[in-house]
């Protein structure tokens, strides 16, 4: 989705603030593959024009994606709420210029959807306190239970005298 910036006809010093529903695509992360839980997100769009043909923008949004927990791999639901702001003031320096705004059309699902990657937790979790899997037989600490164990393996340096009996 594109919002054309230019057709709201702002002048300098003037704001306008739209609501809009945007489709977020998937994310990938650590190779684990997200999705949103609704197709469609509401997304707020303060748009301040500045002086010259330049705009400053604020997007606001609440999201929830669905993908695998880190810890234990079963499902975990994720929510995320951005709060992103863009300045895009053409010719005056790199850091001035948003890579989502081309001749003042704003690339609105590229920009939600990088808002929403950089507001995602770097490991995803199903609970706050995921036990995760057991290093052993994999299964699921957290519905293996309290009387889970495994047996200590013995010491390898002792296999030569346990040959001798």
């Not at 609501?19 to 999705?35: A, C, F, P, Q, T």
């Not at 899997?133 to 600490?141: G, H, M, Y």
């Amino acid at each position: 989705m594109s919002v054309d910036l230019g057709a709201l006809h702002l002048s300098a010093g003037e704001a306008r603030k739209l609501r809009l529903d945007v489709r977020l695509g998937g994310v990938i992360l650590g190779g684990e593959h997200y999705v949103p839980t609704e197709p469609r997100t509401a997304v707020t769009l303060d748009v301040s024009r500045l002086t010259g043909q330049g705009f400053a923008l604020r997007l606001r949004l609440d999201a929830a994606l669905e993908g695998p927990c880190v810890r234990c791999l079963e499902p975990a639901q994720v929510a995320v709420q951005v709060d992103a702001r863009e300045v895009d003031q053409p010719g005056s320096g790199e850091e001035l210029d948003s890579p989502y705004v081309e001749r003042s059309i704003l690339d609105l699902s590229g920009w939600a959807h990088d808002a929403v990657v950089l507001a995602l937790p770097d490991q995803p979790h199903c609970r706050e306190d995921c036990a995760g899997l057991c290093p052993v037989c994999a299964v699921n600490l957290n519905r293996a239970g309290p009387d889970h164990h495994h047996d200590r393996a013995p010491d390898p340096r002792w296999a030569p005298l346990r040959e001798l009996g």
